[in-house]
């Protein structure tokens, strides 16, 4: 029973929001990747920074206001994090007519 709850208790992926204020996304994503690398080293299996949006911080988290942030998500097991990875960057389609918040 002690190793089942241990077992669940287990997290698998870890996050880390970098501060983000220039344009070149490419090399701000490659600096995220190592940086989170180096402070997360349990979480490498499968590294991914998100390419599409830039984040504000959760609401309990102290921030400057308008600071925005890359979210990168680091996981110990590298399927689950490709699968993470193929349905945030997956283009769904675009249909005319459809409500814009059934879009996102």
């Known amino acids: 029973a002690m190793t089942q709850e241990a077992l669940s ?3 698998s992926f870890s996050v880390l ?3 983000f204020e220039t344009e070149d996304k490419t090399d701000k ?7 989170f690398a180096e402070k997360h080293p349990d979480y490498v299996q499968h590294i991914f920074t998100d390419p599409h949006g ?3 911080l959760p609401e309990r988290a102290e921030s400057h206001p308008d600071q925005q942030y890359l979210l990168t998500l680091g996981f110990r097991n590298k399927e689950i994090g490709k699968t993470v990875e193929t349905s945030v960057t997956r283009k769904l389609p675009v249909f005319p007519g459809m409500p814009t918040c059934l879009r996102t």
């Open 9 to 11: 208790g287990e997290v």
């Open 17 to 19: 929001y970098t501060p």
């Open 29 to 35: 994503i490659k600096e995220a990747n190592k940086t």
């Open 54 to 56: 830039i984040h504000l």
